[in-house]
């Protein structure tokens, strides 16, 4: 089991080592010179030569990437002069056009979006298991079919198309949620929660109808196991047959996928957050798009990456503890 | 009085239109401690005649006739008490042991869970302390520590004694082994068939033996049956139907089974 | 078999529906009037922002027998013009992607279950490596850092580059497993060659996974366009594109409803329409739900 932890975390900080690295040479062979946006219009180019200076920029790209590397664990400085900019580790650049370290604006952002995942999280499985359940249970029925055409139609609407439309029936028309607008926590709840309410219904509705299909199918696998069978040849109640036996194997895998779509949508619902206004890592990143804004545009790709990778390794290690048969197989 | 008494036994998958048996009157007696095999290819019937006494037809399927158990008529019982006989009074023994044992729990938890569904008021440790004699008696060797084992642990023979520890853990009347020995390693097949025996004269249990391998039957079973299609072509004591077999389809499963002087012969030209 | 499901041929039909639309564009604007870049002052009300006028009231998109399916807000383009310009762009980015990722897919997965050892190990890394990328924000960033001109083949592209893992890690495994049946066995006794076994004897024995993963895979791709383009970073207006007019549609969506409701109804049911339809040849080629 040890040894099994220690291999994963090992190709985990490879696999994130070569996102950086990848992702940094992108936009080191992509991105306009950051220079020539900092210095604006009245612009000579010795000024440009200084600020490619100051920053770094006039060195070649793998001493670029290991002042990176380097700023992610100790943390280095930007400027030149009067101006030094102090960026703490982990320091993932400093934000020119907004002036601020890009490390405080993720800091300030990812609770936000924290939020949005953890709500839509449990709307989806809670409706992707029970929709699931439903349906495996009345295989065949009307009740199966009936949800099997709405979970057709809720991976088929984009998002950003079902946003709208809730916005409009139940903000505009019907008048049921107030208009978004960033309302403290602590200011009036309510209203805080009411924000939530369409972001969170927004996003799950996709995630749900694939977690119905998921679960529908992984129940009616089980039940046709051979070790059901058993557990009903043993005479045990029909709810125990059910409880040990079906739905612990059928539904393992089904919580292990929303561990890594939740770690997923940890780096920003890019979408959802931009179609509702709501001030997370995925609206940061819509709008550093806009302005071009490289340096957290990258941390923010950085910062996804990480979630995934960590998502996945941490879903796999639950995952062993819980399988017993995939502990053998890896050790 | 017999154990068990089977009359006009029918299994039918309903099709569209129409019944389909799969099972087609079936008669025989079981008495106490004894052994039955019925023996047929597959698609003879003789799976779907041990899940109907077990009352574990699959979905479509329908079962008429009677069924006598102990003086109890099962097809006339309702779910609930069918429970508390099956896997108590009556146990099971599946073909594939990998299969049919729950691969997220523990061989201890398994057998202790056949034992407690029985038991009211057992506590774990009992439990617990029922399975590890079981797997003693089923002679897997150091019980006490494999007890917390997961079935993917076990070799294919190791498993099927889970399984037949896991069938006598609660002392059944009678036991009912569905090709216990198909999925398994010829030598391990005779190390099985064994144990069934050794079993049965122990526990005094009665035996009903289902599998295609009349070799297999010929080591366990008193009295035999041979079904095809649905239906019994012949039975008799096992002796009777190997020393004068009477239809032609018995004769030809007959045939079928290796000799020894096949065997040598076979050896020799290879 | 798939012709006598009700819901397949309604499915069939829609996207036939939309592939005649998109490839005869020019000739159906020519009909309807309007070509998609052409602004119509008369059709909006420049005192109340540009929102479009309609016979007596407002509210449905300025829909009138001049513009059949109403006009953009602001500008007065009309938006059945740029909803069959748009399906156009939809269609090529989402069938070219699949196409691209399809052949990266096959390719990679024949090479990798086919000969195994480094190969495989290589090809294999590279597929883990991707899949663990956060493949809508890299793509965006990659296309936000890219000029915008000739967008739609970097699209296809960017969308390729992360797309065919998933089908090359299906083709990895089944040909792993038919590299092992006696046909190929006997191919291979024959004298065939690599290539001849590989593209005689394995590729066509693949040919119901591919058919699903690529029907599955085009409503996947629609979707990823359209999104996008919403974001901004797929096709730039002036190019019609269905995502690119549902953004622009929010700054006006509580006004002029029709505006989004129009692109996001033709994309709901293009999507839903290959949804059902890859459901169905799922169900008709891969009967005990292997895939």
Known sequence: MTRYVVHRVGGMILVLFLVCLFTYMVFFLLSPDPAVQICGKNCTPE??????????????????????????????????????????????????????????????????????AIGAAVLWLTAG??????????????????????????????????????????????????????????????????????????????????????????????????????????????????????????????????????????????????????????????????????????????????????????????????????????? | MSLLTVR????????????????????????????????????????????????????????????????????????????????????????????????????GTQIAEAYRAHRSGVSRKTARKVAIEAMERVHIRDAARRVDDYPHQFSGGMRQRVMIAMALSTEPELIIADEPTTALDVTVQAQILELLAEVRRDTGAALILITHDLAVVSEVADHLLVMRRGEVVESGTAAQVFSDPRHAYTRALLDAVPRIDDTIGELRST | MIMRDPAAVACLAYIALIVLMAVCAPLIVRISGWDPYEFDQSAIDPDLGGIPLTGGGRGWGGISGEHWLGVEPGSGRDIFARIVYGARASMLIALAATLLTTVLGVVFGLLAGYFGGRTDMVISRVMEFLMAFPALIF?????????????????????????????????????????????????????????????????????????????????????????LSFLGVGLVPPNPSWGQMIASSVSWYSVVPAYFLVPGTFLALLVLAFMVLGDRVRAAVDPGGLL
């Open chain 1, 47 to 116: 000024r440009i030569d200084q600020i490619r200076e100051n920053l770094g920029l006039d060195q070649p790209f793998l001493t670029q990437f290991l002042g990176f590397l380097g700023g992610l664990f100790t943390g280095r400085e930007y400027g030149g002069g009067t101006s030094i900019i102090e960026c703490p580790a982990p320091c993932l650049g400093y934000s020119f056009q907004t002036s601020q370290i890009v490390t405080d604006m993720l800091v300030q952002r990812l609770p936000v979006t924290a939020v949005v």
């Open chain 3, 139 to 227: 793509m965006i960033a990659v296309l936000s850092a890219l000029p915008a001109d000739d967008r739609q083949y970097l699209l296809v592209v960017v969308i390729s580059v992360f797309g065919w893992p998933y089908l090359a890690r299906l083709i990895r495994a089944q040909t792993m497993s038919l590299k092992q049946r006696e046909f190929v066995e006997a191919a291979r006794a024959s004298g065939a060659s690599r290539a001849q076994i590989v593209f005689v004897e394995i590729l066509p024995n693949l040919r119901s996974t591919i058919l699903v993963m690529v029907t599955m895979a085009v409503p996947g791709y629609i979707g990823t366009e359209a999104g």
């Open chain 1, 129 to 331: 298991v029970i929709g699931g359940l439903v349906s495996a249970v009345r295989e065949g029925r009307f009740a199966d079919r009936f949800i099997a055409a709405l979970t057709l139609g809720g991976m088929s609407i984009p998002n950003y198309v079902l946003a709208l439309g809730l916005q409009y029936v139940f903000v505009v028309q019907l008048q049921w949620l107030p208009f978004p607008q960033a309302v403290p926590f602590a200011d009036d709840p309510g209203q805080w929660f009411a924000n939530f309410i369409l972001p969170w219904t927004v996003l799950a509705i996709g995630y749900a109808s694939s977690y119905t299909r998921l679960t529908r199918a992984n129940v009616i696998d089980t039940l046709g196991e051979n070790f059901v069978r058993t557990a009903k040849a043993k005479g045990l109640q029909p709810s125990l047959v059910w409880r040990r036996h079906a739905l612990r194997p059928a539904l393992t895998p089904v919580v292990t996928i929303a561990g890594m779509d939740f770690a997923g949508l940890l780096g920003g619902a890019l979408i959802t957050e931009t179609v509702f206004g709501i001030n997370g890592v995925g609206k940061l990143a819509a709008d550093s798009i806009t302005k071009n804004d490289q340096p957290v545009i990258m941390a923010v790709t950085l910062l996804a990456a990480f979630f995934v990778v960590v998502g996945n390794m941490v879903v796999d290690l639950l995952y062993s503890a819980i399988d017993p048969r995939v502990r053998a197989g890896a050790s």
């Open chain 2, 8 to 107: 006009g036994l029918t299994v039918a998958f309903r099709a569209i239109n129409h019944d389909v048996p799969v099972v087609a009157g079936l008669d025989f007696d079981l008495p106490r401690s004894g052994a039955l095999g019925i023996v047929g290819e597959s698609g003879s019937g003789k799976s779907m005649t041990s899940l109907a006494i077990m009352g574990l037809l699959p979905a479509g399927a329908t079962r008429t006739g009677s069924i006598v158990f102990d003086g109890t008529e099962l097809t006339a019982l309702p779910e609930r008490r069918m429970r508390a006989i099956r896997g108590d009074r009556i146990a099971m023994i599946f073909q594939d042991p990998l299969s049919s044992l729950n691969p997220y729990y523990t061989v």
